[in-house]
């Protein structure tokens, strides 16, 4: 098998028409600037030693060697062996809420932008779990399944905002039994349910939805953002500049407040932890540090393909080139000049 390690350097190889058209463009332009100096006989005399040929050789190695330089870059490598490994790890679902109160700043430079930092940065902690995130406010949708491709998670990551659930509230039942769901109670792994959340106005039968996760031997941590005195949610207009704050039907300030006793509560009856969110990063070590006790279950087989690099092949010829061409004069040297009266071409 072939492949390149990094096809994005290929785009390089764009290079070398582009100089081709350049290098031609400057010996016409020379070509015609002599031109009005004096005829072709003349030039033979007065300038006895340029050589074409020499001149369209340098610039012909020059265009290979950046051939040869794009395609080292690019690194190719050839499989030299196809094995079967197993995939061990755990499940994990992560609910985020997006509820308007996650835009308060008691956590720096919010809620929500705190929440998606933490899980981030814990994808990148990941080795060989699969993990998924569901987004609830109003109402709960999987923003991504479960999957082992950390780097495709993290490009839905950043895409979650204010507006990915249009409905307001906060339906944490709705997301425990969304995620309960979309588990794949077949797949014998053990699976855990992250929420992240202030636990504020929270919606529906918690509890029951708790419970039925807990029946499944589904564990649930809990994280908790903010403030539990409140603080106020800091309004913004279009050019991002503070406008006042969140005010009520009466005209008064909204305060958010941290729930810490819901969120509390669903740990303990989840078989989990609670974890209270900060500016720092403490909560994010604790939690990994839970999730590594884990015990990782097979759920299932990949084949991996091993590779070994070839760029010297093509990184040698590349600097034998480049060593050459310093050492190729443009001024015509004897041989070149039998050569090329025997040719005719000069």
Known sequence: MFRF?????????YLAPALVVFFWYIYKSQTKLLAKFSDAKLLKVLAPERSRVKYLLKSGIIVFIVLLLSLTLANPQTGT???EVKQMGIDIYILLDVSLSMKAEDIKPNRLEKAKHSIAALIQKLKGDRIGLVVFSGDAYVQFPLTTDYAATNLLLNAVSFNTVPNPGTAISSAIKLATKSFKQEVKTQKVIMIMTDGEDHEGDVMEAVKDAADKNIGIYTVGLGSPA???????DQMGNPVGYKLDGNNNIVLTRLDEPILQQ?????????YRGSNNENELDLIYRDLSKIEKTEFGATKMTSYEDRFYYLLLPAILLLITEFFISEKKSKLWTKLNRKLGID
Request: glycine letters at 10%; hydrophobic letters at 35%.
């Open 5 to 13: 390690a990094h096809a994005e350097y290929l785009n390089l190889l």
């Open 266 to 274: 669903i740990a303990h009856e989840g078989n989990g932890h609670y």
């Open 230 to 236: 409140g603080v106020p949610i800091v309004q913004y």
């Open 81 to 83: 062996k196809t094995e």
